[in-house]
């Protein structure tokens, strides 16, 4: 069917250290893809996005390249920070044209000092 | 100058109450949605509207019934609360159905005891 999948969560790092979530996805085509942030208590942040193969997002230092071949947007950062603890969404685009956004599972993210 | 809002923020009742969610976006978009998101973090859309259009209507029980009194308004009524509907719940909007980015509300914590 048509999905994405999160690595399953929580990730606990360090700060500074470094970050992966890996995302994959199945679909028709090629949907834009998405990378969400929701910070405690607050709704959803677009964080990232591309729109076609190859293209790569990034947004305060977080990056995505989307890659058919492997159909993944995984989302990494160099050097994560105690402010970056939030909940991670990848989504993809409906394969209609109604803006309907697919989302993975969400994967907690806790950066500790 | 809040881009999305929604009211209440929390919401508790009792079962079989019937009770509405109210969300309202100053973007000047023409597309709203309703998301749930569950107590995992799973987040799944029910609604969407286009210029006071319902475009999309996933597979909710009609208790749930959405209303769009005009574009910049997307209300949720919920008929016989049950335990199940207990959730966070995100309106959203877009410039258009057809446009990649969508903009979140805070979100309204439902819960039904």
């Known amino acids: 069917g048509n999905s994405v999948t999160q690595m399953e969560g929580p990730v606990t790092l360090s700060e500074e250290a470094f970050l992966t979530i890996n995302c994959t996805y199945t679909?028709?085509?090629?949907?834009?893809l998405f990378w969400y942030v929701q910070y405690p208590g607050e709704g959803l942040q677009l964080l990232l996005k591309?729109?076609?193969?190859?293209d790569k997002g990034s947004n305060k230092g977080f990056e995505a390249t989307y890659r058919k071949e492997t159909t993944s947007f995984h989302l990494e950062k160099g050097s994560v920070q105690v402010s970056d603890s939030a909940v991670y969404f990848c989504?993809?685009?409906?394969?209609?044209?109604?803006?309907?956004?697919?989302f993975g599972q969400g994967t907690t993210l806790q950066v500790k000092p | 100058d809040t881009a999305v809002s929604q009211t209440p923020k929390y919401l508790v009742t009792q079962m079989g109450n019937d009770k509405s969610i109210k969300c309202e976006q100053n973007?000047?978009?023409?597309?709203m949605y309703w998301y749930k998101q569950d107590s995992k973090k799973f987040l799944k859309i029910m609604f969407s509207?286009?210029?006071?259009?319902?475009?999309i209507n996933e597979t909710v029980p009609n208790r749930f019934s959405p209303k769009s009194p005009d574009k910049a308004h997307l209300n949720l009524h919920i008929n016989s609360l049950e335990l199940g509907d207990s959730a966070v719940y995100f309106c959203?909007?877009?410039?258009?159905?057809?446009?990649?980015?969508?903009?979140f509300g805070p979100g309204t914590r439902l819960t039904v005891l």
């Open positions: 959203a909007s877009s410039q258009s159905s057809g446009r990649d980015e969508q903009f």
């Open positions: 679909a028709t085509g090629y949907p834009s």
């Open positions: 591309a729109t076609k193969a190859d």
């Open positions: 989504a993809r685009k409906g394969s209609s044209n109604t803006g309907k956004l697919i």
């Open positions: 973007l000047g978009h023409d597309t």
């Open positions: 509207y286009n210029n006071k259009e319902l475009i």
